[in-house]
């Protein structure tokens, strides 16, 4: 990281749900621990890749950055600014410089408005009229995505998926944003659409200079997008590293795990160790003591139980290489995930 304030800072963030319960009084009666902790930072045109297991908290996390939720305790910092108990009239100076792509580009479209109006939406409400106006700019947006500016009048039921998804990209560009959290953007699209959105991601990311929180399950998505990859595991970050360091070397045994699961393209290459996990996530609403992984670890003890391993810097690894674990790993034997660079390839 640099020297200089980082585009986004987030120290010890936490989200917990009240669970209700009793009658007819409806009081708290435990809650649901969905994030717990969470520390890193977002440099400026940098892109962070977050993963993990569906239900560690990636999407709270990035609802949480983008706060359209409210943290329950910890702190959000943007350009040096505290935002993370920021009202409406305080965020209103940077809600245009934050902005979400969402999951399911079939929900996140209103049915009733054309593209026209879903993407010049953002523009209407921060008041913004661009150099030509709002249509020339909505048609420039859609030629940025890949799309035909004559689209401008069509409503989101006559594209398909991967179009949808494009519109959102357009939607989240409409306001010159720094920060883009992508919440799962490709998990709801076929495989032969993937890649092409996410070479389109790649390339605004480049020409634009977003920073982009990039939310994904798909190791090798992320690896082909993200500069930096961060594991989450049962609403804590377990281990955070450049994305090269962390694939060639992964010291956490989760990580390690995760990447053992990534299929491999080549037929002749020497047969890898298979780790398979036993066990199911557990609850979040009663998470194990101690380290949180322990429950399902080849490696657990005693320690592992009474006390939680804190995110540092093993020896061993390079700058910024942190994990979270007693007994980390001390042999890099997982291949790389591969994804192709050519969304023809991938078609």
């Known amino acids: 990281m640099s020297s200089t304030t980082p585009l986004l800072d987030v120290s010890g963030l936490t989200k917990h749900f009240p669970i209700k319960g009793g009658f007819p009084i409806r009081r708290t009666v435990g809650a649901v621990q969905a994030v717990d902790g969470l520390d890193f930072q977002v440099a400026e045109g940098e892109s962070l890749g977050l993963v993990g297991e569906s239900g560690c908290g990636k999407s709270t996390t990035g609802r949480l950055i983008t706060r359209l939720l409210e943290p329950t305790a910890g702190k959000i910092s943007y350009r040096g600014q ?7 009239k305080g965020l209103a100076p940077i809600r245009s410089e934050i902005q979400m792509i969402f999951q399911d580009p079939y929900a996140s479209l209103n049915p009733r408005h054309t593209v026209g109006k879903i ?3 953002p523009m209407e409400i921060n008041g913004i009229n661009p150099e030509g106006g709002r249509e020339k700019r909505v048609r420039e947006l859609l030629e940025i995505v890949g799309l035909n500016p004559e689209h401008f009048n069509r409503f989101p039921h006559e594209f398909s998926g991967g179009q949808r998804q494009r519109i959102g990209v357009a939607r989240a560009l409409a306001l010159n944003p720094k920060l883009i959290v992508a919440d799962e953007p490709v998990s709801a699209l076929d495989v032969s659409i993937q890649a092409q959105v996410v070479n389109l991601l790649q390339k605004v990311q480049k020409e634009l200079g977003i920073a982009f929180v990039f939310i994904a399950h798909d190791l090798a998505i992320v690896r082909h997008f993200s500069q930096r990859v961060a594991v989450m595991y049962l609403g804590k970050i377990v281990e955070i590293a450049d994305r090269e360091d962390l694939y060639e070397n992964p010291r956490h045994p989760y990580t390690r795990a995760l990447l053992s699961a990534v299929p491999e393209a080549t ?3 020497e047969p890898r160790e298979r780790i398979r996990l036993t066990g199911d996530v557990p609850s979040p609403i009663n998470p194990p ?3 949180r992984f322990r429950t399902r670890c080849w490696k657990a003890t005693e320690k592992c139980a009474t006390e ?4 540092v810097q093993v020896e061993g690894n390079k ?6 674990c007693h007994y980390p790993e001390t042999e890099a034997t997982i291949p790389a995930p591969r994804l192709s660079k050519d969304p023809e390839a991938a078609a």
């Open 119 to 121: 993407i010049s939406g």
């Open 308 to 311: 939680a391993p804190p995110l």
């Open 319 to 324: 700058p910024g290489h942190l994990t979270a």
């Open 289 to 291: 003591s101690g380290c």
């Open 82 to 88: 505290d935002i993370t108990h920021a009202d409406r």
């Open 267 to 269: 037929v002749d290459a």
